[in-house]
């Protein structure tokens, strides 16, 4: 058996992806640096997609970065004003209710549809914004799941006993069969 890192349900909003590499990145690591760029291309494929169901044909690519850009630079400065890479809607997902859930999406929702607004791309700007951002609130809320069911799982510790970890507990050991 070999022991892997503790899994830390204190603060599973700390290992929220995007924020995890883009505060890896402000702190000079390059490679984080180049795998926070490939989530801003994912998100604007994200968006362009929730643009194009939205009824949007032209400048999908253009728009998605854009949008897409807008929502890192929320990041960033969440990142530099927490200095952790935590986020309202990781927060939200994890601990909030639905209400806290629904107040994200719409801030989300209006640093796209703003973005979109000053980059001259106003025809039904917020059904856009509106539709691109659920789908990554639907991403963040599948995190947010696969978080919970992570720190609630049954762990097999070294001595054979079991035990069941909630969020709110970190985890001091954890094996794995080789």
Not at 38 to 67: K, N
Not at 91 to 112: H, W
């Amino acid at each position: 058996m070999t022991p892997t890192a503790p899994l830390d349900c204190s603060d599973p909003t700390a290992s929220f992806p995007t924020t995890a590499s883009l505060q890896r990145c402000v702190g000079g690591d390059m490679g984080a640096c180049v795998q926070s760029a490939g989530f801003v291309v994912v998100r604007a494929g994200i968006l362009a997609t929730g643009f194009a169901i939205a009824g949007q044909r032209e400048r999908l690519v253009q728009d998605g970065l854009i949008g897409s850009l807008a929502v890192q630079a929320g990041l960033l400065a969440t990142v530099s004003a927490t200095g952790r890479s935590w986020t309202p809607s990781a927060e939200a997902v994890v601990n909030g209710g639905p209400l806290t859930i629904a107040a994200t999406y719409l801030a989300r929702s209006a640093l796209i549809g703003g973005a979109l607004w000053l980059a001259g791309s106003r025809t039904n700007v917020w059904r856009r914004a509106f539709t691109g951002a659920a789908l990554i609130e639907a991403g963040v809320l599948s995190w947010g799941a696969q978080q919970r069911l992570a720190c609630q799982r049954v762990i097999q510790r070294t001595d054979g006993s079991r035990s069941r970890h909630r969020v709110g507990q970190r985890i001091e050991s954890q094996t794995t069969q080789q």
